[in-house]
């Protein structure tokens, strides 16, 4: 079993950063992939961006690159999302969430999310 708590959210202005971070319980982290993802009110939660076990492979949905990025420390079991440049369409629950150690394993453990809003 895998726990995953977001923190870092808040309300900042256009063109304003946020960090956001996910602590990871359990002993699986760094062989996890991990994700960030997030939900606007009244549309479908969709990926923003992974980040490999190792570090080495990363990826992001195409309106965040150059804006976001994502990291991680495995010996604090964490992984960050820094956000510059922040748009209002940002504004949403961000999630954070572990991936199943195998090929194509699906992503198995959620955070509870934490908002994220910017004002124009």
């Known amino acids: 079993q895998v726990q995953l708590v977001e923190s870092g959210g808040g309300l900042v202005q256009a063109g304003g950063s946020l960090r956001l971070s996910c602590a990871a319980s359990?002993?699986?982290?760094?062989?996890?992939?991990m994700g960030w993802f997030r939900q606007a009110p009244g549309k479908e939660r969709e990926f923003v961006a992974q980040?490999?076990?190792?570090?080495?492979?990363?990826s992001y949905i195409e309106s965040v690159k150059g804006r976001f990025t994502i990291s991680r420390e495995n010996t604090k079991n964490t992984v960050y999302l820094q956000m510059s440049s922040l748009k209002p369409e940002d504004t949403a629950v961000y999630y954070c969430?572990?991936?199943?150690?195998?090929?194509?394993?699906?992503?198995?453990?959620w955070g509870q999310g934490t908002q994220v809003t910017v004002s124009s």
């Open positions: 359990g002993r699986t982290f760094s062989s996890r992939t």
């Open positions: 969430a572990a991936r199943r150690p195998a090929p194509g394993g699906p992503y198995e453990y």
């Open positions: 980040i490999s076990g190792s570090g080495s492979t990363i």
